[in-house]
T-cell receptor
Framework: SQTIHQWPATLVQPVGSPLSLECTVE??????LYWYRQAAGRGLQLLFY??????ISSEVPQNLSASRPQDRQFILSSKKLLLSDSGFYLC???????????FGDGTRLSIL | SQQGEEDPQALSIQEGENATMNCSYK?????LQWYRQNSGRGLVHLIL?????REKHSGRLRVTLDTSKKSSSLLITASRAADTASYFC?????????????FGKGTHLIIQP
């Protein structure tokens, strides 16, 4: 079965600082990968998805970027964080061909 | 874009009672899924119902889908304290889910012991 690792679990960063969140996947090869953000008490907003190494699709204009340097590694980055980047970031796999998505345990990002 | 909208936003019931949550969406779908999220954790997939299915069961869960009304319901029977969580419906896009899912805002379910 698939296992999704996200780290760190919690992160507190000052405004204007850079960001790097990492997601790695075990138990599958060539997965579709997704980054979602969840605001407090809200549903999930799709930020990026990737169907292969180096292939990134962005869903919303934003202050963030994503990269997929390896088959099972997905990185979310920012050069300068904004207050509005606060939230709960979730990495997920799966989703193609009527298959469910599998989620990691998320990173809680607070911007001060 | 497609969007699932759950109601009610919050639901509090006694242990042992049944809990029903509803979801509406806007455009055609290939499938609709329900997920559960415990506080501060990732989402866990509960059940997927395809657009050509009307009802599906999994243990204490029962999901219905009415594509003519663009709506779905999730029924949890004989609720337990451990069912306390937020529940989200999600719909796929033109890519059949490969381009991600669209989630509703969720229903926060509290089971009172």
């Amino acid at each position: 079965s698939q296992t999704i690792h996200q780290w760190p679990a919690t992160l507190v960063q000052p405004v204007g600082s850079p960001l790097s969140l990492e997601c790695t996947v075990e138990g599958t090869s060539n997965p579709n990968l997704y980054w979602y953000r969840q605001a407090a008490g809200r549903g999930l907003q799709l930020l990026f998805y990737s169907v292969g190494i180096g292939q990134i699709s962005s869903e919303v204009p934003q202050n963030l970027s994503a990269s997929r340097p390896q088959d099972r590694q997905f990185i979310l980055s920012s050069k300068k964080l904004l207050l509005s980047d606060s939230g709960f970031y979730l990495c997920a796999t799966g989703g193609a061909g009527n298959q469910p998505q599998h989620f990691g345990d998320g990173t809680r990002l607070s911007i001060l | 874009s497609q969007q699932g909208e759950e109601d009610p936003q919050a639901l509090s019931i006694q242990e042992g009672e049944n809990a029903t949550m509803n979801c509406s969406y806007k455009t055609s779908i290939n499938n609709l899924q329900w997920y559960r999220q415990n506080s501060g954790r990732g989402l866990v997939h509960l059940i997927l119902i395809r657009s050509n299915e009307r009802e599906k069961h999994s243990g204490r869960l029962r999901v219905t889908l009415d594509t003519s009304k663009k709506s779905s319901s999730l029924l949890i029977t004989a609720s337990r304290a451990a069912d306390t969580a937020s529940y989200f419906c999600a719909t796929d896009g033109p890519g059949g889910g490969a381009d991600g899912l669209t989630f509703g805002k969720g229903t926060h379910l509290i089971i009172q012991p």
